[in-house]
Protein backbone atom coordinates (compact mmCIF):
# COMPACT_ATOMS: atom_id res chain seq x y z
CA UNK A 1 0.00 0.00 0.00
CA UNK A 2 1.33 3.50 -1.70
CA UNK A 3 2.20 5.94 1.72
CA UNK A 4 1.69 9.38 1.16
CA UNK A 5 3.35 11.93 3.32
CA UNK A 6 0.98 14.88 3.11
CA UNK A 7 2.98 16.63 5.29
CA UNK A 8 5.29 16.98 2.40
CA UNK A 9 3.22 17.17 -0.46
CA UNK A 10 1.58 20.22 1.11
CA UNK A 11 4.51 21.95 1.76
CA UNK A 12 6.15 20.96 -2.12
CA UNK A 13 2.88 22.54 -3.41
CA UNK A 14 3.48 25.63 -1.76
CA UNK A 15 7.23 25.75 -2.84
CA UNK A 16 6.17 25.47 -6.27
CA UNK A 17 3.26 28.51 -5.80
CA UNK A 18 6.13 30.51 -4.54
CA UNK A 19 8.54 29.98 -7.42
CA UNK A 20 5.37 30.59 -10.10
CA UNK A 21 4.81 34.00 -8.44
CA UNK A 22 8.35 34.92 -8.33
CA UNK A 23 8.48 33.49 -12.11
CA UNK A 24 5.64 35.66 -13.34
CA UNK A 25 6.96 38.83 -11.60
CA UNK A 26 10.18 38.60 -13.30
CA UNK A 27 8.42 37.70 -16.27
CA UNK A 28 6.34 40.82 -16.21
CA UNK A 29 9.72 43.08 -15.01
CA UNK A 30 11.49 42.00 -18.00
CA UNK A 31 8.08 42.12 -20.35
CA UNK A 32 7.73 38.44 -20.76
CA UNK A 33 8.69 35.49 -22.01
CA UNK A 34 13.24 35.22 -22.89
CA UNK A 35 13.03 39.06 -21.39
CA UNK A 36 11.55 40.52 -24.40
CA UNK A 37 9.45 43.53 -23.46
CA UNK A 38 6.06 43.86 -24.80
CA UNK A 39 5.27 45.67 -28.11
CA UNK A 40 3.51 48.19 -26.66
CA UNK A 41 6.27 49.26 -24.74
CA UNK A 42 8.75 49.04 -27.25
CA UNK A 43 6.96 51.33 -29.63
CA UNK A 44 6.24 53.57 -26.24
CA UNK A 45 10.65 53.97 -26.11
CA UNK A 46 10.94 54.44 -29.76
CA UNK A 47 8.37 57.11 -29.68
CA UNK A 48 10.10 58.63 -26.78
CA UNK A 49 13.57 57.95 -28.54
CA UNK A 50 12.69 60.16 -31.81
CA UNK A 51 10.64 63.03 -30.10
CA UNK A 52 13.78 63.11 -27.61
CA UNK A 53 16.28 63.65 -31.15
CA UNK A 54 13.95 65.95 -33.12
CA UNK A 55 13.83 68.52 -29.87
CA UNK A 56 17.29 68.16 -28.87
CA UNK A 57 19.04 71.31 -28.81
CA UNK A 58 22.23 72.00 -30.08
CA UNK A 59 24.98 71.65 -27.89
CA UNK A 60 26.68 74.54 -25.74
CA UNK A 61 28.99 75.91 -24.94
CA UNK A 62 30.81 75.42 -28.25
CA UNK A 63 34.44 76.20 -28.76
CA UNK A 64 35.49 77.29 -32.21
CA UNK A 65 38.46 79.10 -34.59
CA UNK A 66 37.12 81.76 -36.36
CA UNK A 67 38.14 82.86 -40.05
CA UNK A 68 41.24 85.13 -38.31
CA UNK A 69 42.24 82.53 -36.36
CA UNK A 70 40.40 83.35 -32.97
CA UNK A 71 39.38 81.12 -30.37
CA UNK A 72 35.73 82.19 -29.79
CA UNK A 73 33.45 80.12 -27.23
CA UNK A 74 29.83 80.54 -27.20
CA UNK A 75 28.37 79.64 -24.24
CA UNK A 76 24.94 79.38 -24.90
CA UNK A 77 22.63 79.44 -28.86
CA UNK A 78 22.42 82.87 -29.90
CA UNK A 79 18.99 84.46 -29.54
CA UNK A 80 20.00 87.82 -31.34
CA UNK A 81 22.70 88.00 -34.00
CA UNK A 82 24.00 91.51 -36.49
CA UNK A 83 25.84 90.50 -39.59
CA UNK A 84 28.38 92.86 -41.50
CA UNK A 85 28.56 91.41 -45.06
CA UNK A 86 25.60 90.57 -47.69
CA UNK A 87 27.23 86.77 -47.86
CA UNK A 88 27.30 86.34 -44.10
CA UNK A 89 23.45 87.75 -44.10
CA UNK A 90 22.97 85.32 -46.70
CA UNK A 91 23.87 82.59 -45.07
CA UNK A 92 22.51 82.71 -41.96
CA UNK A 93 18.65 83.05 -43.01
CA UNK A 94 19.80 80.34 -45.37
CA UNK A 95 20.58 78.01 -42.32
CA UNK A 96 17.37 79.12 -41.22
CA UNK A 97 17.74 81.43 -38.18
CA UNK A 98 17.18 84.47 -40.23
CA UNK A 99 14.87 85.62 -37.55
CA UNK A 100 17.29 85.72 -35.33
CA UNK A 101 18.85 88.71 -36.97
CA UNK A 102 18.25 92.12 -35.63
CA UNK A 103 20.70 94.23 -37.69
CA UNK A 104 22.68 93.94 -40.78
CA UNK A 105 25.06 95.67 -43.20
CA UNK A 106 24.13 98.63 -45.37
CA UNK A 107 24.56 96.18 -48.52
CA UNK A 108 22.77 93.00 -47.59
CA UNK A 109 19.66 92.89 -50.09
CA UNK A 110 19.24 89.48 -49.92
CA UNK A 111 16.48 87.80 -48.75
CA UNK A 112 13.67 90.25 -48.66
CA UNK A 113 13.52 90.14 -45.03
CA UNK A 114 17.00 91.83 -44.79
CA UNK A 115 15.58 94.74 -46.49
CA UNK A 116 13.93 95.53 -43.59
CA UNK A 117 16.60 95.04 -40.48
CA UNK A 118 18.32 97.54 -39.10
CA UNK A 119 21.69 98.77 -41.00
CA UNK A 120 24.41 99.57 -38.87
CA UNK A 121 27.55 100.17 -41.22
CA UNK A 122 29.81 98.36 -43.96
CA UNK A 123 33.06 98.70 -43.97
CA UNK A 124 32.78 101.10 -41.29
CA UNK A 125 30.71 100.20 -38.66
CA UNK A 126 28.27 102.21 -36.58
CA UNK A 127 29.47 101.60 -33.41
CA UNK A 128 26.47 102.86 -31.07
CA UNK A 129 23.97 101.14 -33.24
CA UNK A 130 25.61 98.03 -32.87
CA UNK A 131 26.07 99.10 -29.00
CA UNK A 132 22.05 100.06 -28.52
CA UNK A 133 21.05 96.51 -29.95
CA UNK A 134 23.55 94.45 -28.21
CA UNK A 135 23.30 91.24 -30.12
CA UNK A 136 24.55 88.19 -28.53
CA UNK A 137 26.53 87.71 -31.61
CA UNK A 138 28.06 89.61 -34.57
CA UNK A 139 29.85 88.49 -37.26
CA UNK A 140 32.30 90.40 -39.13
CA UNK A 141 34.78 90.25 -41.81
CA UNK A 142 38.85 89.96 -41.77
CA UNK A 143 38.55 94.19 -43.40
CA UNK A 144 36.96 94.49 -39.97
CA UNK A 145 39.30 92.73 -37.71
CA UNK A 146 42.50 94.07 -39.58
CA UNK A 147 40.83 97.82 -39.56
CA UNK A 148 38.51 98.12 -36.89
CA UNK A 149 40.28 95.95 -33.93
CA UNK A 150 39.96 98.65 -31.23
CA UNK A 151 36.12 98.60 -32.23
CA UNK A 152 35.65 94.75 -32.34
CA UNK A 153 37.54 95.45 -28.54
CA UNK A 154 34.74 97.13 -27.44
CA UNK A 155 32.09 94.84 -29.08
CA UNK A 156 33.82 91.91 -26.92
CA UNK A 157 34.32 94.44 -23.62
CA UNK A 158 30.43 95.00 -23.68
CA UNK A 159 29.69 91.14 -23.57
CA UNK A 160 29.14 90.53 -27.63
CA UNK A 161 30.72 87.87 -28.89
CA UNK A 162 32.65 88.46 -31.72
CA UNK A 163 32.96 86.40 -35.10
CA UNK A 164 35.25 86.32 -37.96
CA UNK A 165 34.31 85.38 -40.71
CA UNK A 166 36.99 84.82 -43.62
CA UNK A 167 35.07 86.23 -47.06
CA UNK A 168 37.78 86.30 -49.12
CA UNK A 169 36.92 82.96 -50.91
CA UNK A 170 38.91 81.09 -53.82
CA UNK A 171 37.11 78.49 -54.13
CA UNK A 172 34.17 76.20 -53.66
CA UNK A 173 35.47 74.61 -50.25
CA UNK A 174 36.10 77.65 -48.33
CA UNK A 175 32.19 78.66 -49.18
CA UNK A 176 31.63 75.51 -47.58
CA UNK A 177 33.91 76.24 -44.69
CA UNK A 178 32.19 79.64 -43.95
CA UNK A 179 29.03 77.99 -43.78
CA UNK A 180 30.19 75.59 -41.43
CA UNK A 181 31.69 78.12 -39.07
CA UNK A 182 28.52 80.17 -39.42
CA UNK A 183 26.63 76.87 -38.40
CA UNK A 184 28.73 76.06 -35.71
CA UNK A 185 28.33 79.20 -34.04
CA UNK A 186 24.51 79.00 -34.85
CA UNK A 187 23.48 75.48 -33.42
CA UNK A 188 22.73 74.82 -37.12
CA UNK A 189 24.97 71.91 -37.70
CA UNK A 190 22.61 69.70 -39.54
CA UNK A 191 21.37 72.45 -41.49
CA UNK A 192 24.56 73.36 -42.76
CA UNK A 193 25.43 69.59 -43.86
CA UNK A 194 22.33 69.57 -45.57
CA UNK A 195 22.89 73.00 -47.48
CA UNK A 196 26.69 72.29 -48.43
CA UNK A 197 25.21 68.28 -49.69
CA UNK A 198 23.00 70.51 -52.08
CA UNK A 199 25.68 72.97 -53.90
CA UNK A 200 27.81 69.95 -53.82
CA UNK A 201 25.18 67.94 -55.76
CA UNK A 202 24.21 70.67 -58.22
CA UNK A 203 27.99 71.22 -59.61
CA UNK A 204 28.51 67.87 -59.60
CA UNK A 205 25.09 67.79 -62.34
CA UNK A 206 26.36 70.64 -63.98
CA UNK A 207 29.86 69.37 -64.01
CA UNK A 208 28.23 66.97 -65.70
CA UNK A 209 26.68 68.33 -68.55
CA UNK A 210 29.31 70.55 -69.21
CA UNK A 211 32.42 67.72 -68.91
CA UNK A 212 31.42 66.58 -73.15
CA UNK A 213 32.20 69.77 -74.21
CA UNK A 214 34.70 69.23 -77.28
CA UNK A 215 35.88 72.79 -77.70
CA UNK A 216 36.06 74.96 -74.45
CA UNK A 217 35.15 78.46 -74.66
CA UNK A 218 37.46 81.33 -74.32
CA UNK A 219 35.30 83.77 -72.21
CA UNK A 220 36.89 87.62 -70.76
CA UNK A 221 34.82 88.57 -67.41
CA UNK A 222 34.55 92.47 -66.48
CA UNK A 223 34.01 93.36 -62.78
CA UNK A 224 34.18 96.82 -63.84
CA UNK A 225 33.81 99.19 -66.70
CA UNK A 226 35.80 101.46 -68.98
CA UNK A 227 38.26 103.22 -68.06
CA UNK A 228 39.73 100.15 -65.41
CA UNK A 229 38.53 97.24 -66.44
CA UNK A 230 39.00 94.82 -63.90
CA UNK A 231 38.98 91.09 -64.26
CA UNK A 232 39.37 87.77 -62.70
CA UNK A 233 42.43 85.64 -63.05
CA UNK A 234 44.18 82.59 -61.72
CA UNK A 235 43.23 82.15 -57.59
CA UNK A 236 39.87 83.84 -57.75
CA UNK A 237 36.38 82.81 -57.06
CA UNK A 238 34.90 83.24 -60.14
CA UNK A 239 37.98 81.53 -61.88
CA UNK A 240 37.28 78.45 -60.71
CA UNK A 241 33.52 78.63 -61.64
CA UNK A 242 34.59 78.88 -65.32
CA UNK A 243 36.78 76.22 -64.84
CA UNK A 244 33.90 74.32 -63.48
CA UNK A 245 31.76 74.43 -66.03
CA UNK A 246 34.67 73.64 -68.82
CA UNK A 247 35.11 77.28 -69.98
CA UNK A 248 38.59 79.15 -70.59
CA UNK A 249 39.22 82.11 -68.35
CA UNK A 250 41.17 83.90 -70.98
CA UNK A 251 42.61 86.45 -67.93
CA UNK A 252 44.29 83.37 -66.80
CA UNK A 253 45.96 81.89 -69.88
CA UNK A 254 47.39 85.94 -70.09
CA UNK A 255 49.02 85.35 -66.58
CA UNK A 256 46.71 87.28 -64.70
CA UNK A 257 46.67 86.19 -61.04
CA UNK A 258 44.11 87.24 -58.59
CA UNK A 259 42.36 91.06 -59.91
CA UNK A 260 43.95 93.05 -62.35
CA UNK A 261 43.16 95.63 -65.10
CA UNK A 262 44.37 95.22 -68.63
CA UNK A 263 44.17 97.63 -71.39
CA UNK A 264 41.52 97.28 -74.17
CA UNK A 265 44.21 96.30 -76.47
CA UNK A 266 45.22 93.29 -74.34
CA UNK A 267 41.57 91.96 -73.76
CA UNK A 268 41.22 92.43 -77.85
CA UNK A 269 44.18 90.09 -78.36
CA UNK A 270 42.43 87.24 -76.11
CA UNK A 271 39.91 86.91 -78.98
CA UNK A 272 37.09 85.64 -76.30
CA UNK A 273 33.76 83.92 -77.89
CA UNK A 274 32.06 85.17 -74.63
CA UNK A 275 32.17 88.20 -72.32
CA UNK A 276 30.57 88.45 -69.31
CA UNK A 277 29.58 91.65 -67.42
CA UNK A 278 28.92 91.85 -63.82
CA UNK A 279 28.27 95.75 -63.22
CA UNK A 280 24.80 96.29 -64.51
CA UNK A 281 23.31 97.23 -60.95
CA UNK A 282 25.20 100.56 -61.40
CA UNK A 283 25.69 100.71 -65.27
CA UNK A 284 23.66 101.55 -67.74
CA UNK A 285 23.10 98.98 -70.58
CA UNK A 286 26.83 97.67 -70.22
CA UNK A 287 26.21 95.02 -72.82
CA UNK A 288 25.73 97.57 -75.55
CA UNK A 289 28.52 99.68 -74.46
CA UNK A 290 30.68 96.60 -75.15
CA UNK A 291 29.63 95.71 -77.80
CA UNK A 292 29.79 99.27 -79.71
CA UNK A 293 33.66 99.72 -78.26
CA UNK A 294 35.93 100.86 -80.99
CA UNK A 295 38.34 98.23 -82.17
CA UNK A 296 36.35 95.50 -80.68
CA UNK A 297 34.28 94.58 -84.22
CA UNK A 298 36.51 91.84 -84.64
CA UNK A 299 36.28 90.60 -80.91
CA UNK A 300 34.18 86.70 -81.77
CA UNK A 301 32.24 87.73 -78.86
CA UNK A 302 31.41 91.07 -80.36
CA UNK A 303 30.94 89.40 -83.90
CA UNK A 304 28.65 87.17 -82.69
CA UNK A 305 26.86 89.23 -79.85
CA UNK A 306 27.85 87.18 -77.45
CA UNK A 307 28.35 89.06 -74.31
CA UNK A 308 26.00 88.98 -71.08
CA UNK A 309 25.35 91.04 -68.03
CA UNK A 310 24.82 88.78 -65.28
CA UNK A 311 23.89 89.36 -61.55
CA UNK A 312 26.83 90.58 -59.61
CA UNK A 313 25.42 88.77 -56.44
CA UNK A 314 25.37 85.43 -57.67
CA UNK A 315 28.88 85.55 -59.06
CA UNK A 316 30.87 87.29 -56.84
CA UNK A 317 29.21 86.49 -53.13
CA UNK A 318 30.66 84.00 -51.44
CA UNK A 319 27.72 82.38 -50.32
CA UNK A 320 24.14 79.44 -50.78
CA UNK A 321 23.50 81.11 -53.95
CA UNK A 322 26.96 80.31 -55.40
CA UNK A 323 25.18 77.44 -57.28
CA UNK A 324 22.90 79.66 -59.18
CA UNK A 325 25.77 81.91 -60.19
CA UNK A 326 27.57 78.75 -61.75
CA UNK A 327 24.48 77.28 -63.39
CA UNK A 328 23.74 81.24 -64.78
CA UNK A 329 27.22 81.20 -66.08
CA UNK A 330 27.02 77.47 -67.80
CA UNK A 331 23.56 78.72 -69.31
CA UNK A 332 25.31 81.78 -70.88
CA UNK A 333 28.25 79.82 -72.44
CA UNK A 334 27.07 76.91 -73.41
CA UNK A 335 23.01 77.18 -74.41
CA UNK A 336 23.04 74.18 -76.79
CA UNK A 337 23.77 72.06 -73.76
CA UNK A 338 21.33 73.84 -71.03
CA UNK A 339 18.52 74.57 -73.62
CA UNK A 340 15.11 73.15 -72.71
Not at 84 to 94: G, K, L, N, R
Not at 179 to 197: D, H
Request: net charge negative; aromatic share 6%; proline share 5%.
Amino acid sequence: MLHINWKKLGLLAVMLTLVMVVAAACGTATGGDNGAEPEEAVEGKEQEAQEGTEESPAEFPVTIVDGAGNEVTIESEPETLITMIPSITETVYALGVGDKVIAVDDFSNYPEEALEKEKVGGQEINVEKVLSLMPDVIFVTEYHQANHADVLDQFKEAGITVVVIDTNATQFEDVYASIRLIAQVTGTVEEAEQLVSELESRLAEIKAQTEAVEEPKKVWVEVSPRPDIYTPGTGTFMHEMLEAINAINVAATAGVEGWAALTEEEIVQLEPDVIITTYGYYVDNPVEEVLSRDGWAEVPAVQEEQVFDVDNDTVTRPGPRIMDGVETLAKLIYPEIFAE
